[in-house]
């Protein structure tokens, strides 16, 4: 079991075996880092890679952030900040393989991501949009389980169903690992910033996440939320259990949860059809 | 609250929410919400090219669409895990008691 882990963990911080990084993220990563660097000078840079330009468009416009459109790389700066660009900038390939091969999960993360943003907005929580994009990203360990580990990945879509686990529990079992550890080790392998890999690293076990534990809670109550909603598909079909340790850092009460059901279903009528425009 | 097509739409539905020129979103909406659509309004909308409303309740039912009981069945076998969990038994509540709102009684209802 155990060599079973560390073998996957030296396929995901081996960066040769993952999809490629575009070339650009690299000096992104280089741009952002020196503080003069302005807006315009890392959209020109985002801009020279066409394909992705696109690709982050596509994203900024979905339904997980709240604006209606967004035409221009450094529109999208502007609006969501350096740190989500780069961030869909990195997972935009990923992304792709989920868009393709996964629809059920690919709507689950564009589902969380609504719910996140609207859980965010209700409790004025600041930097709502990296809230979102670590929504968007939480189960993204498990298209990674499913690109490296196909063999094993049927095996737990097997024991999800014969005894009844949660998908996590079933990883666990088979990979003697979970797909939120291997998005955590996703995450350093591109250096994401913490505030978007511990809502990822700790999405089922809030009270482990030490430097961002409010973030790491509206991503573990977003896909709660999205999970009771029935929209997409995340492997299972249980809702996971609500966390104290969330509610009570988040500050809920019935009222407040009353209102976000309302209106994440009310949402997800654009999610949907978002999603359908993506397919056709 | 429900999606239709304008051409689906007749007089005495409720609107759910703002119609919008052309269905986009920005700009003064065309026609507030809980407005109840007459034939005169109905028209309007079509020439201002609105191709879509959302409309109270659940006024048209597609072939094979699930009935609110099968809906709420669905609800609870996704919640058959955190049924004992206090917290989590709460938001099963909320969500019934939202599904049973929202989908109105389905007295009256129509085939699209
Ligand atoms: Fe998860
Ligand atoms: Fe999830």
């Not at chain 1, 700790?202 to 896909?223: C, E, P």
């Not at chain 1, 009310?266 to 059809?273: M, Q, S």
């Not at chain 2, 609870?76 to 038994?89: G, H, Q, W």
């Not at chain 2, 969500?95 to 699209?112: E, H, P, V």
Request: proline share 3%.
């Amino acid at each position: 079991m155990d060599d079973k882990r560390s073998e996957l963990k030296k396929i995901i911080m081996d960066i040769r075996t993952l999809p490629t990084l575009p070339g650009v993220i690299n000096k992104l990563n280089t741009l952002s880092e020196n503080a003069k660097a302005s807006v315009q000078e890392m959209a020109r840079l985002v801009s020279s890679d066409q394909v992705l330009s696109a690709r982050i468009l596509r994203l900024a416009n979905s339904p997980s952030y709240g604006f209606y459109r967004v035409s221009t790389i450094s529109n999208a700066i502007i609006l969501l900040g350096v740190n989500v660009v780069k961030s869909l900038a990195i997972s935009s390939s990923i992304f792709e393989i989920m868009e393709r091969s996964s629809v059920g999960l690919w709507e689950h993360s564009l589902g969380a991501g609504v719910a996140a943003n609207l859980i965010a907005r209700k409790l004025a929580l600041p930097e709502c949009e990296e809230i979102a994009t670590a929504a968007l990203l939480h189960d993204i360990g498990k298209v990674i389980i499913s690109l490296k580990c196909t063999e094993s990945e049927q095996h737990i879509k097997k024991m999800i169903h014969e005894k009844q686990l949660y998908m996590r529990e079933a990883e666990r079992e088979v990979l003697d690992t979970d797909h939120a550890e291997v998005g955590a080790w996703l995450s350093k392998s591109w250096f994401l910033p913490d505030k978007l890999s511990e809502p990822i690293a700790f999405h089922h076990d809030v009270q482990l996440s030490q430097n961002h534990r409010i973030k790491t809670a509206v991503v573990h109550l977003a896909d709660v939320l999205i999970k009771a909603s029935g929209f997409g598909e995340s492997g299972d079909r249980y809702v996971p259990q609500i966390q104290k340790i969330a509610w009570d850092v988040l500050k809920l009460n019935d009222e407040i949860l009353t209102e976000l059901v309302e209106e994440l279903e009310d949402k997800l009528v654009e999610a949907r059809n978002f999603s359908l425009e993506m397919q056709a | 609250m429900q999606k239709i097509p304008l051409m689906c739409a007749t007089s005495g539905m409720k609107l759910a929410r703002d119609v919008f020129r052309n269905d986009s979103p920005v700009g003064m909406p065309v026609c507030g919400k809980d407005t109840v659509l007459t034939d005169s309004l109905l028209a309007r909308l079509d020439h201002l090219e609105v191709k879509s409303i959302y409309v109270e309740g659940h006024p048209l039912w597609s072939e094979g669409e699930k009935t609110l009981d099968e809906i709420l069945c669905d609800l609870d076998l996704r919640f058959e895990k955190v049924r004992n969990d206090p917290l989590t038994s709460k938001l099963h509540s909320i969500y019934t008691a939202f599904l049973k709102n929202s989908m109105g009684d389905s007295s009256g209802r129509q085939t699209l």
